[in-house]
């Protein structure tokens, strides 16, 4: 399970065996590579039958769009805190916590609690601990890699589980977020982020191939996502209304907000380098998703020689929203 870094849409991502993932995150955002991160988070280091995830590659990705989204997380950590309703945050949990930048800025903004990384690949768990030591919070940080929903039972009590496009990989979402719920401390919150805007980054009609290239990558996105949904253990369709999903495993819905991401051109090279590295593991996750047609312009798109190219065009830019649910166990 995984999650920061995409975090939030049905994107396109890298089918996989397993689902360890309970967040990039992300998102799952609606970035492609941010579903496979999601997914791959999910279901561990199993990707494809015919290729295993490389983390060396994905890692770096994930951790890269998490940090582009930091203000955004680190807005929703902080609206967290300040409610009323939130007891002292002793112990926090991160599902599916990929390089654990999501986890990291919860330890800055709860500076008393203790913050597990929970995922299922040991390569993301090391990004996220080396982390956690370059920015000084290694003395409340640990990570724990689980397979879920099996190791549920190991993962402990806590005041906030924070679940970051992670729970769309379990087959049963009720039944996982049961088991968040029964994980709850009394007065304590689930943080979902799941929903929200799909990203954009290019204007509708760039010129090459037909208008409208982002929005039918989406559409090959939303059906790759269903396809994922359905071939997950124990899959079980559930209608996506979060708030009633926590009233009917016995939590109180707290609110729902959206926060945005909003990178205009032209971009940082930093940002340009993500969207050039999300748009390329996009085009291989889609596949024969995607017309010929699609498929050409974006060779051109990602073809660092082209002058219409991503590298070099002016209009490149970033902008999405995710969205994050709050429920929260009675005190008893």
């Not at 079980?236 to 016995?250: C, M, N, Q, Y």
Request: glycine letters at 10%; charged letters at 25%; one cysteine or more.
């Amino acid at each position: 399970m995984s999650s920061h870094a995409g975090h939030g849409h049905h994107d396109a991502h890298t089918p996989a065996a397993t689902p360890v993932h309970a967040h990039a995150h992300a998102q799952a955002h609606v970035h492609a590579h941010a579903h496979a991160h999601a997914q791959a988070h999910a279901h561990g280091s199993g990707g494809d039958p015919a290729t295993d995830i490389d983390w060396d590659v994905l890692g770096p990705l994930l951790e890269q769009e998490a940090e582009l989204n930091g203000a955004q997380y680190e807005e929703a950590a902080r609206w967290i805190a300040a409610l009323p309703t939130v007891p002292k945050v002793r112990r926090v949990l991160d599902i599916g916590s990929g390089p654990g930048v999501v986890s990291c800025l919860l330890a800055e903004v709860f500076p008393e609690a203790e913050v597990v990384a929970v995922d299922a690949a040991p390569a993301l768990l090391e990004r996220a601990e080396n982390r956690a030591r370059r920015l000084g919070v290694i003395d409340r940080f640990r990570t724990l890699e689980a397979e879920l929903p099996d190791d549920l039972g190991r993962l402990g009590e806590a005041d906030l589980i924070w679940a970051g496009n992670s729970l769309h990989h379990l087959g049963d979402q009720r039944a996982a977020l049961a088991g968040f719920a029964g994980l709850l401390r009394p007065g304590g919150t689930v943080a979902l982020v799941e929903g929200g805007l799909p990203a954009r980054r290019l204007p509708r009609d760039i010129g090459i191939g037909q208008p409208g290239l982002e929005a039918r990558m989406g559409a090959a996105a939303a059906t790759r996502f269903e396809r994922m949904r359905s071939e997950l253990p124990g899959a079980k369709r559930e209608i996506e209304d979060w708030s009633a999903l926590f009233t009917a495993v016995g939590l109180e819905p707290q609110g729902t907000r959206s926060f945005l991401l909003d990178l205009p051109a032209p971009l940082s090279r930093t940002a340009r380098a993500h969207v050039v590295a999300s748009i390329t593991r996009e085009r291989e996750v889609l596949g024969d998703l995607l017309t010929a047609e699609d498929s050409a312009v974006l060779e051109r798109l990602l073809d660092p020689e082209d002058p219409e190219g991503l590298h070099h065009r002016p209009d490149v830019h970033l902008l999405a929203a995710r969205t994050v649910h709050l429920g929260r166990r009675r005190h008893d």
